[in-house]
């Protein structure tokens, strides 16, 4: 079949790893289609699914089945990994970028991995893939399509990792705002936080759980060497693991000691309405006996009248007040 063409629609990088290199031979972007399928070694592909024809070019590049093909088109929000005795593909978490900053949303990297190629594909750009790019271009030691699928994972831990250390200087200012004064109006910056650190825990506790799925194979089960990568994969993911549930059991603690300062400030509030009330009401009730609009009412044909109803009400509040002093109120 001839598959000359212009260029290689959807593709964000290719490279070719020849036999017995780590480094990566960089094809452009311009090349003919099959300079993808033609020479040794075996090849790393990393594609954007804003292109709809990427799905139509992994299909004549590639011979996988259905369910590899479904994988890195798909737009799935899950973590997931599946494993037989000549692939590894499904989804991992990562963190999206843009042209001039880091972020902290997450993003996803759907994956097939052989032992002739390695495709990836994204929807927005990854921070962690983009670090993988720039170390094989640095460092040669991909000798194999399995060992680029756990350098991707090492960058996503280190990229987890600087991250929680700059959630975790984050929480330290609100931490000592809140424990300052007015610290109840840190709330709104904690949210966010906390929704990241939940949404961290819960993806990584699912790759965890695939990963050690992946390692209690069988040899025949799974490509050759990827129980090897699933258990050290497992034992750097479990320790950023406890890392982001310490975060978020701190991020959870103070939003309670915040609630707990919102519910004191509201306790008082109420506290001083309440006196306010029990001062006001004594006086209510006499201005409102002197002001019915009934015969023979007190005080309504003499002198100083508007003054003697002014001594009640003073006496009434001083009765108040010595209520409330009996009782402990005040």
């Not at 194979?217 to 258990?231: L, Q």
């Not at 701190?250 to 915040?258: F, G, M, T, V, Y």
């Amino acid at each position: 079949m001839n598959l000359v063409s212009p260029e290689i629609p959807g593709l964000v990088w290719a490279y070719r790893f020849r036999p017995g290199q780590g480094r990566g031979e960089r094809i452009s972007a311009d090349a003919p289609l099959e300079t993808l399928t033609e020479g040794e070694g075996w090849l790393w592909l990393h594609l954007a699914l804003s292109d709809a024809r990427t799905p139509a070019l992994i299909q004549k590049i590639c011979d996988l089945p259905p369910d590899a093909l479904a994988t890195l088109s798909s737009h799935d929000t899950q973590a997931a990994i599946t494993t037989d005795e000549a692939m590894v593909h499904g989804t991992l978490v990562d963190f999206e970028r843009t042209f001039d900053q880091m972020t902290k949303t997450i993003g996803w990297l759907h994956f097939v991995v052989t032992d002739k190629v390695i495709v990836t594909t994204r929807l927005h750009p990854l921070r962690s893939i983009d670090r993988v790019k720039a170390a094989i271009e640095k460092n040669p030691r991909c000798l194999r399509p399995i060992d680029l699928f756990e350098m991707m994972v090492i960058e996503f831990q280190r990229t987890l990792i600087g991250l929680v250390l700059e959630l975790t200087e984050e929480l330290n200012v609100i931490e000592d705002e809140v424990y300052g004064e007015a610290g109840h109006n840190d709330q709104p910056r904690l949210a966010p936080l906390r929704r990241t650190a939940v949404r961290l825990h819960r993806h990584l506790r699912t790759l965890l759980a695939l990963l050690r799925r992946a390692a209690a194979s069988d040899e025949d089960e799974v490509p050759t060497g990827f129980i090897d990568v699933a258990e050290r994969l497992t034992d750097r993911l479990e320790t950023v693991d406890r890392d982001v549930f310490a975060l978020q059991e701190r991020a959870r603690l103070l939003h309670e000691e915040i609630d707990s300062k919102l519910s004191s400030e509201t306790n008082r509030h109420l506290y001083i309405l309440s006196l306010m009330t029990a001062f006001l009401l004594p006086p209510t009730l006499v201005t409102g006996f002197f002001g019915m609009n009934t015969s023979d009412l007190p005080l309504a044909g003499g002198i100083h009248g508007t003054l003697i109803a002014g001594v009640f009400i003073v006496m009434s509040m001083a009765f108040a007040w010595t209520i409330l002093k009996r009782i402990g109120i005040l």
